[in-house]
């Protein structure tokens, strides 16, 4: 599944979900810079994002870190389940840890994203 993912250069992944949404979360990376996840506070579904705009945030034992939208569009589902287990982001970043779906306004934004290649290999230690 990670190879079908997209990056931002904030380390945020995208899914496109092939129906106009996508699903998206933090990169491995950044859950291992920011150590153990004990918050994630989380928009409302109905809420705007506008690409690479901050909308959310997610507290760390080490840090609080925003997070940017990776593309314009409405909130249409968040992952309830990280209101009592935040360290599903720790655990799992890129399934049960996922934050948000959104819908997107223009698909193309899709393309300003980097693949998990290059991603990768921009970000090895």
Known sequence: MES?????ETHEWVLDNGDGTI????????QQLLG??????????GDETEA??????VE?????SDL?????GEVVEINDE??????????????????????LTDASELDNLTSSED???ANEE
């Open 4 to 8: 079908a993912l997209k990056f931002t």
């Open 23 to 30: 699903t998206m979360g933090i990169s491995n990376q950044a």
């Open 36 to 45: 153990d996840v004990v918050f994630v506070d989380l928009p409302d579904v």
């Open 52 to 57: 690479g705009e901050a909308f959310s945030l």
């Open 60 to 64: 760390s034992v080490k840090a609080a």
């Open 68 to 72: 940017y939208a990776p593309v314009t």
């Open 82 to 103: 990280l209101e009592g287990s935040p360290e599903l982001i720790n655990e799992s970043p890129y399934s049960a840890g996922w934050i948000v779906k959104i819908k």
């Open 119 to 121: 991603y990768h290999a």
